[in-house]
Every structure is written in structure tokens, then in C-alpha cells.
């Protein structure tokens, strides 16, 4: 991960538990502080006497926060402040060296040490092609979530052509002759599980990179269920049916219901317009992981979006913020289920669950399907019936059109209030290619959306005199916000075969909270 | 996530106890020395993860701070399910809180049998003048239901290491006396993938 270093594979520390494991084991047990430069920026660099003794460091009896050499002599010095070590005596230039990750140590004893993953060593100077190397493979671990970086990656390795055939083979095998029967779909999700274990053994037997069993595992898992998308994905959707049926009711029932009117602590109750973008694209994504991801990043949206939401509330002089906990997130997401009319979110969860094997369920993707999982299930399961009594009409039918959705994407990317900016920590990072923030992928999701939309509208058989039956500056001359909008319920319901899931989901919910925004 | 292969032993250890006992204020105490600014500029705190290193062995934990409301308890086993470790948290000025304790206590053995490695925090001990749970009464039933009892301060920043530092230790344990094979994943569904070698591939006859 991009956040440390696997500290398995790092030569230094395999160093430190072989040839110079009697020094380690003495830092152990006068619980010295190790530092680990990254692996890839000691290539090319001698693991010594010299070079341990400067990576493991005594505390300092002289000041707090300082540590000392072991060598003889004890002769550098350097700081720990603020996420960084600041090298401070016996070096050849004052330098700050990025903490990476820390792990909290124990000896024999259980006496506490700590190890810190450092962005590169503590003296001599790094090679730029080892830092480079080291950023491209970070960012290529970083990246590789959809289909089609899975696949690339697969079919990088020329030494597994033959199994990659034959994996192919399988695949196609199974889309042309394997029949799905009702009921039986666990038998389909076995034969899958199946492929992917034979390829991803047939690809280890010819690379030989032990290193990247998970990538190698995963990037298999991605292509092959990326692969057989369609006719598994119809396969869940029968399954789920009767589930997904009642999930309908209930969405509608919750139309334009508020965090506030369900108990959501009042400082977190704010418009949440960037997570129900973001799980909007649920059921357009193919691969378990790509929909996990996509859960993981609503619920960062709705983290930031909050955030956000408390810093331009806040007290100036207090630091203080509350902390969103679970309670807070299953409420949170009810209204963004609701506005992403996530219809399929049960057949979501199953494709999930079942057709992925290698990827922890304990790890954050894990809690973010369980999040959703609490959520849909509290959502299924509460009565919401004297809720429904005590909406307004305006709430209950909350519509935006598409020119309305299109003018508040506009303002979002022309506009965007110094708040906002700040409270996504943007800045300088917004501007880098690299490192687009959740504030530009909910932009660039709004226009891919806009165009697959506009791209169903060019391809429906009947002619769409007007999505509610009225333009948009018909529907904005009509009535201003708070008076009583035209019911188009049973108008969508007529119209919406010549419409995408999608475009039904904008004009069903989708801008409410962007009306609320302003 | 699938890239980056983390090795050590993964643990997930869940938080369990009625609003306000302090579940997040405990794990925040835990984890917010992190040098990982990725949580620093956040303010969730329903997850979070601390690496740590039992003398050679890494450990990486995954603590889920569940849902504490009473309208949600039956969400629980979404939660717990899974878990290598449960820490079930009361306030020690809260009589009906150390009664939740129990019940929980009661579910996951229930649910997850002897599997879980259990511990029970008396929290907010610089309250300890307005205690309602004797100390002693919380000691035994923790001994009487396999679990260990730590006098925890989120606050005063007591008891809160020490307490995850043997969680973690008993759950090592019991990973180790079940899994000789400390490289496979815990959380993992994968079937492990053996790796042997094919016949020579060259003696293949090209017949049919």
C-alpha cells in the first residue's frame, strides 16, 4: 500500500533479522528506535555496520524527542517532529526525512519500541530512478481497481501468454456454454472460483512472483468476473428480485426524507450531493472491486462532505471537530440510498460477497460493504410509516431536471466557494494531474454520467418530447423553491422506458440535494 | 486491498457497547499518534487501524467501532461477524451500560463461540468517584465469561495500551495454535494456492 512499505520484503529489515541480527535483537531489548528506509530507494545502496548503526537510534538523555547513533561514538543525531525526522548532527546536510508509517513494537518483554517506515535513508543521497521506480509502483498498486487496469496488468507478464490462453479459453467456455440455472446460481459462482484459482496457480508457475500473489490473484479475479459481467449480473439481479422488489417500496416511501427527520445529529445534517453521484454509478461498475471501491469512496465523500459542512460551521477559535461513528453512517446513507436509487443494491451486495475471493473482508473496503450492508438493513427493517405522515408534499415529490443538474455541475466547476476548497484540502493538490481529490472525481463523474446519459436519450426508440414534461426553464418559471411542483410520478413512470436507470434516478431524486445546497 | 500483500496476521477487533461509554474516544486515544495523514484530516473514527510488531510478529489491526444505539443492536452480527477480537465497553458510572456489557457477552459466545477473544473495558475511570460498578463485581464476571477486565481512561490515556496490547497477544495465540500457516490470510476466502511444478513441458508430443 501507498501508505508504508511491506516491511516483509524490505532488505533492510530482512537484513536486520539475518546478518545483523544480534543488533537488532540488542535495539529490541533496550527498545531503540528503527528506522526502515523504503525498499525501493535502497537499491543500489550497501547494507553495513555503518549504515545500521545510523538506522537504529537511542534515545537521547539529553533532549526529549532526539535520538542518538549507535555507533561508537554516538556521533549523528536527529529529531522526530511532526510526521518527519529531522537529521540534526553528524550528517552531511540538515535534511527532513518523511515518516511513512510507524508500527508500534513490543520486545520479548513487551516492553514498547517503535520501527518507522522512512521515506528513503537517512544519509547518502537516492538514486532518482529508485524514487521514481518507487512512486510509479505506488501509484500503480494505488490504481489498479477497474476492469481495464486489471486486465493490462494481467497481460503484462509475456511469460504467462500460455495460461492467460487458456484462461481466455475458460472464459469463453463459460459465457458460450454454461447454462445458469434458477436456483443454482452458487454452482456458477463455484466454476468461477474455480477459473481464477486455476489461472491465477498457472500464472504463478510461470512468473514466479511469489511478491505479487494478491495483485496477481485480484488483477485474475477482476478480468474473469470483469469477463462474464453480463450474464452473472443478470443471473444476481433474478435472485435478488423479491428483495429488491420490497427495497423499491421502500425508497419510495423515503422519498425526500431528510438526516433531520431521521435522527441525524443536527451537525452533520448537510446535503450530501457528491455521495449520491458517486454510488450512482453502482450498477454500471463490473467488477467486485471496482463496487467496492465505489462504496468505499461514497462513504469518503460523505466524510468530506460533512467535514466540509462542520468546518464552515464551526466555532473559528475551536479545533474541536465531532467524529462521524458508525450510528451517524447508517443514518447518513439512508437519504443518499434513496436520492442514488440504489434499486439494485441487494444484488449488489451478493455479486460482491460471492464473486470475490481474494480481498480481505477486514479491511476498509470490508467495513465500507458492511456499512451499507447495516444501512439497507435498518432501512428494510425500521418503520418509517409515521415518518412518511409528518412530510410535506415538497418533500415528498423533490424533482430537479437536467438542465438544473447540469447548471449546479456548472457552478461546481466554476465556482467553487473558498470553503469548499479548503475543507477538501484541495489547494495545490487539486491542481495536480496525480492526485485528484474526491472533489474532481465527483465532477468527472457528473460528466461521464451526463453523457452516458445523453448518449441513452440518443438511443431510445421513441421520441422524448421532455423528461418531465416540461423544459427546464418551464419548470424554474413555474414556481420558485418551496411551492408545489408538478407531480410527475406517474408521467416517469409512463416515460421511463425511453429512459436509462440512471436518468430516471436524476429526475427522481437526484436534485434535491443540490436544491437544498444553496 | 488486494495490492501491497501484507503478510503478518490481520485481525479484526470491533468495539462494542451502548452510545456514550466512550467506544470511539477509546480507540482514538489508541490510534491517533499515527503518523498516517490520512486519518489525521479526517474525522471518521468508525475505522481505523494500528500496525503493531509482538516481538518479530506483525500485526496489523482493523478496529470497527460498531454501532452503539439501541434501535441498532440487531445490526450487530453485520459487524461482529468475523471477528478475531470484540472489546466490550462500559462506563463505570453506568450501572445499565455494564447489563449491555453483558448481554453482548452473551451474543458473540452465541455467535462466534470460543473463537473471539474477548475483553471488557470499565471506561472513564477519572470518574472513579462517581463509580456504580463495583470493581471487583466487573473482575469476576469477566473471569466467569473467559475475558480479560482493563480500568480504562480515554481521557487520562489509562489502561487503553495495555488492554490492545494483550487483546492482540491472546489473539496471536489463538491464530497460532490454529493456523500453523501464519502467512495465509485471516480475513480471506481464497482456497490457498499451492504452487508445483508441471512435468517437464517440453516432452509433450505433438500428437493430436
Known amino acids: 500500500m501507498a501508505d508504508g512499505d511491506d516491511l516483509d520484503f524490505n532488505p533492510f529489515f530482512q537484513a536486520l533479522q539475518t546478518t545483523f541480527k544480534q543488533q537488532y535483537s540488542i535495539a529490541r531489548h533496550k527498545c531503540h528506535l528503527v528506522c526502515i528506509p523504503a525498499t525501493d530507494t535502497l537499491q543500489g545502496r550497501t547494507i553495513n555496520q555503518r549504515f545500521v548503526e545510523t538506522h537504529i537510534l537511542r534515545t537521547s538523555p539529553f533532549f526529549q524527542g532526539q535520538y542518538i547513533s549507535t555507533d561508537k561514538d554516538g556521533s549523528k543525531t536527529i529529531a522526530v517532529e511532526e510526521g518527519n525526522i529531522v537529521t540534526l548532527e553528524g550528517f552531511q546536510d540538515e535534511a527532513e526525512v518523511r515518516i511513512l508509517s510507524e508500527e508500534l513494537a513490543y520486545n520479548e518483554d513487551y516492553k514498547p519500541y517503535k520501527i518507522l517506515v522512512i521515506e528513503r535513508p537517512l544519509d547518502g543521497t537516492v538514486q532518482a530512478s529508485a524514487s521514481r521506480a518507487r512512486s510509479q509502483s505506488m501509484l500503480g498498486d494505488a490504481q489498479r481497481i477497474t476492469y481495464q487496469e486489471n486486465h493490462q496488468y494481467l497481460f503484462s507478464f509475456p511469460e504467462c501468454k500460455k495460461a492467460l490462453v487458456r484462461l481466455d479459453r475458460n472464459i469463453t467456455e463459460f459465457t458460450n456454454n454454461y447454462m445458469i440455472v434458477t436456483g443454482y446460481l452458487d454452482h456458477a459462482v463455484q466454476k468461477l472460483q474455480g477459473i481464477c484459482q486455476q489461472a491465477t496457480e498457472d500464472i504463478l508457475k510461470l512468473c514466479k512472483r511469489e511478491r505479487q500473489i494478491d495483485s496477481i490473484a485480484q488483477a485474475v479475479e477482476s478480468y474473469v468476473v470483469g469477463s462474464v459481467h453480463t450474464k452473472m449480473w443478470q443471473a444476481v439481479c433474478q435472485q435478488c428480485q423479491k428483495e429488491e422488489s420490497l427495497l423499491q417500496k421502500k425508497l419510495e416511501e423515503l422519498r425526500g426524507v431528510t438526516g433531520e427527520q431521521l435522527g441525524v445529529k443536527e451537525a452533520f445534517c448537510c446535503p450530501l450531493p457528491g455521495a449520491v453521484v458517486e454510488l450512482a454509478t453502482l450498477d454500471g461498475l463490473k467488477t467486485p472491486l471496482e463496487k467496492l471501491s465505489c462504496l468505499k469512496r461514497t462513504l469518503d465523500s460523505v466524510n468530506e462532505e460533512v467535514n466540509a459542512h462542520l468546518r464552515e460551521n464551526q466555532d473559528p477559535t475551536s479545533d474541536d471537530l465531532p467524529c462521524l461513528v458508525s450510528d451517524d453512517l447508517i443514518l447518513l446513507l439512508v437519504p443518499v440510498l434513496v436520492q442514488a436509487r440504489c434499486l439494485h443494491l441487494p444484488s449488489n451486495v451478493f455479486y460482491i460477497e460471492n464473486l470475490q475471493w481474494s480481498l480481505s473482508s477486514k479491511d476498509d473496503l470490508g467495513f465500507s460493504l458492511v456499512t451499507f450492508k447495516a444501512s439497507l438493513e435498518y432501512m428494510m427493517s425500521a418503520d418509517f410509516s409515521q415518518l412518511r405522515a409528518t412530510m410535506s408534499p415538497t418533500q415528498k415529490n423533490n424533482e430537479i431536471s437536467i438542465p438544473e443538474l447540469m447548471q449546479a455541475a456548472q457552478h461546481m466547476t466554476l465556482q467553487p466557494g473558498p470553503g469548499e476548497w479548503e475543507g477538501r484540502g484541495a489547494g495545490a493538490e487539486a491542481e495536480s494531474p496525480g492526485k485528484m481529490t474526491s472533489f474532481d472525481r465527483k465532477l468527472e463523474s457528473i460528466t461521464r454520467m451526463m453523457e452516458r446519459s445523453s448518449q441513452e436519450l440518443a438511443a431510445a426508440p421513441m421520441p422524448l418530447k421532455s423528461i418531465t414534461g416540461e423544459t427546464g426553464d418551464q419548470q424554474r418559471a413555474g414556481g420558485k423553491r418551496g411551492e408545489q411542483v408538478p407531480d410527475v410520478i406517474p408521467l416517469r413512470k409512463a416515460d421511463k422506458s425511453g429512459l436509462g436507470d440512471f436518468l430516471s434516478s436524476l429526475q427522481d431524486d437526484f436534485g434535491c440535494s443540490y436544491g437544498k445546497q444553496t | ?208
Open chain 2, 1 to 208: 486491498m488486494a495490492a501491497g500483500g501484507a503478510r503478518g496476521h490481520q485481525f479484526k477487533v470491533v468495539l462494542l457497547g451502548e452510545g456514550c461509554v466512550g467506544k470511539t474516544s477509546l480507540v482514538l486515544r489508541y490510534c491517533e499518534d499515527k503518523f498516517n495523514d490520512k486519518h489525521i484530516s479526517t474525522l471518521q473514527a468508525s475505522f481505523l487501524t494500528k500496525k503493531l510488531n509482538i516481538a518479530g510478529k506483525r500485526v496489523n489491526l482493523a478496529i470497527w467501532d460498531t454501532a452503539g444505539q439501541e434501535r441498532f443492536h440487531a445490526l450487530g452480527p453485520i459487524y461482529y461477524r468475523d471477528s478475531n477480537g470484540a472489546i466490550l465497553v462500559y462506563d463505570i458510572t453506568d450501572e445499565d451500560s455494564f447489563q449491555k456489557v453483558k448481554n453482548w457477552v452473551k451474543e458473540l459466545r452465541k455467535m462466534l463461540g470460543s473463537e473471539v477473544t474477548l475483553c471488557i473495558a470499565g471506561n472513564k475511570i477519572d470518574l472513579e468517584k462517581q463509580r456504580n460498578v463495583p470493581a471487583e463485581e466487573a473482575e469476576a464476571y469477566a473471569t466467569s465469561v473467559g475475558a480479560k477486565h482493563f480500568h480504562t481512561s480515554a481521557k487520562l490515556n489509562k489502561g487503553v495500551e495495555e488492554m490492545f496490547l494483550d487483546l492482540t497477544k491472546r489473539m496471536l495465540e489463538k491464530d497460532t495454535n490454529s493456523k500453523p500457516d501464519a502467512t495465509a490470510k485471516p480475513g480471506s476466502t481464497r482456497r490457498n494456492i499451492q504452487i508445483t511444478e508441471d512435468e517437464p513441458q517440453e516432452q509433450k508430443s505433438g500428437c493430436c
